[in-house]
């Protein structure tokens, strides 16, 4: 009920500003009132919150994001992306946001962001309206 | 419905226990079954779940945070705060909390906390209660 | 309405796959369409959403945020234990999880894991499953 499913082809390492399908799912559903839930079924990836102007906070995050959570050669995961599981697993699978009078209760600066950490990739994301 | 607006006022950067300011708008809502959903809507300041006895934890929170996710000087974005949208991002815009007889299923040691990390400003949360 | 608790015998430092134990509590609620909201009563613990085939992912996050957020000397907190508050609060308290076809909306990649950052402790989970 109230569910819409999107995709994604994602460069190397981006985030991509999905506020606007996120609306769309919203408008369609039809609901005033409750919460939206945005979800990223992989584990390499993920969804965040943040400034929708300047775009080098996006630049500054992935680089700050590869500072604090560098490949390690420790690392044992053969597939050699753990930095990226790292990632995921600090920004977060979803995020939830309030609805009221049919809109995304969102401030002035903020956008929803698909994070893509070890792209390439056709990704996917869902998009739970929730009325009360 | 059952949507409540809070300001705070804050310093430079700080972590302000706001967990009466959540129970109030509980109790104003009258639900008893349910969940919590409070949203930050800026993009360099979040919401978590932390310690609320020992305020030596924030202090360290604060430090710790600092260390994670420092300022660079490669950081492009002119406004100099790319360290907060860091951590922003990081912590994360919401935090969710069940609502069970009418009380936040909060853990003993558990509070609720706006994370300032670009003040001082006037900043702003909401608190959106949904019941089942 | 819908509460489950859950509890579980934790090592020093580790992740949990509850995946099933979550299942458990959808299929308990018989409800086919809403959200799942797995809580984290503790605050050097967490939940979080991550690979659930390659142990070495768990192995490689642990070692990944322990560079990340490794203990300080300069940590004032007297139990010790600040750079497990830190971890708690980057991972976060609880997830939420899309309902439908009364299953788990996950990726085929994904586990819902209790993170275990300062242990060994008694720990309590709770899942809420609210339908729409």
Redesign the interface.
């Known amino acids: 009920?109230?569910?819409y499913h999107f995709t994604l082809s994602t460069s190397r390492e981006n985030l991509f500003n999905i506020t606007s399908m996120v609306n769309d799912a919203l408008c369609a559903s039809k609901v005033k009132?409750?919460?939206a839930?945005i979800?990223?079924?992989?584990?390499t990836a993920g969804i965040?919150?943040?400034?929708n102007a300047?775009p080098?906070?996006v630049?500054?995050?992935l680089?700050?994001?590869n500072?604090?959570?560098p490949d390690?050669k420790?690392?044992?995961?053969?597939?050699g992306n753990?930095?990226a599981?790292?990632k995921?697993?600090?920004?977060?699978?979803?995020?939830?946001?309030?609805i009221?009078n049919g809109k995304l209760?969102?401030?002035?600066?903020?956008g929803i962001y698909f994070c893509e950490f070890d792209g390439p990739r056709t990704r996917?994301f869902?998009v739970?309206i929730?009325?009360?």
Chains 1, 2, 3 share one sequence.
């Open positions: 009920m109230n569910l009132s409750g919460a839930i979800f990223c079924p992989h584990t965040t919150i943040n400034e300047d080098d906070v630049t500054d995050f680089f700050g994001m500072k604090a959570f390690r420790e690392f044992r995961h053969t597939e753990s930095h599981h790292l995921a697993s600090c920004i977060g699978a979803s995020e939830t946001v309030i009221e209760l969102l401030g002035t600066w903020q996917n869902y739970k929730i009325g009360d």
